[in-house]
């Protein structure tokens, strides 16, 4: 199983970013799908998450609004669109699959993670 995520990057505030995650060696649209992020001297925190299913969507708080994450099951891609970025943001966004799960929010669910990329958010 392999998980490669592209697009982050240096950006000012309240510009926007892209990110894209590609999958390999699983069952993709049987996988919940979510993204993560991790600022230096920080825990992992939940970003965005989708389940299997594509019925529940869930975003953390501090992201609503904002953020959108998206599946597309046939390129077995996952994206995590990010629009008014704050320098907060800034963190390493690594994403994740859960294969069979709809508790997307529960980083116990995530059996694969990616390596992540670096989003920097300059004021």
């Known amino acids: 199983v392999q998980l490669v995520e592209s697009g982050g990057g240096l950006v000012q505030a309240g510009g926007s970013l892209r990110l894209s995650c590609a999958a390999s060696?699983?069952?993709?649209?049987?996988?919940?799908i979510g993204w993560f992020r991790q600022a230096p001297g920080k825990a992992r925190e939940f970003v965005a998450g989708?389940?299997?299913?594509?019925?529940?969507?869930s975003y953390a708080d501090s992201v609503k609004g904002r953020f959108t994450i998206s599946r597309d099951n046939a390129k077995k891609t996952m994206y995590l669109q990010m629009n008014s970025l704050k320098p907060e943001d800034t963190a390493v966004y690594l994403c994740?699959?859960?294969?069979?799960?709809?508790?997307?929010?529960?980083?116990?669910?995530?059996?694969?993670w990616g390596q992540g990329t670096l989003v920097t958010v300059s004021s």
């Open positions: 989708i389940s299997w299913s594509g019925s529940l969507i």
């Open positions: 060696g699983l069952s993709f649209s049987g996988s919940g």
């Open positions: 994740a699959a859960a294969p069979g799960s709809n508790f997307v929010k529960d980083i116990r669910s995530y059996a694969y």
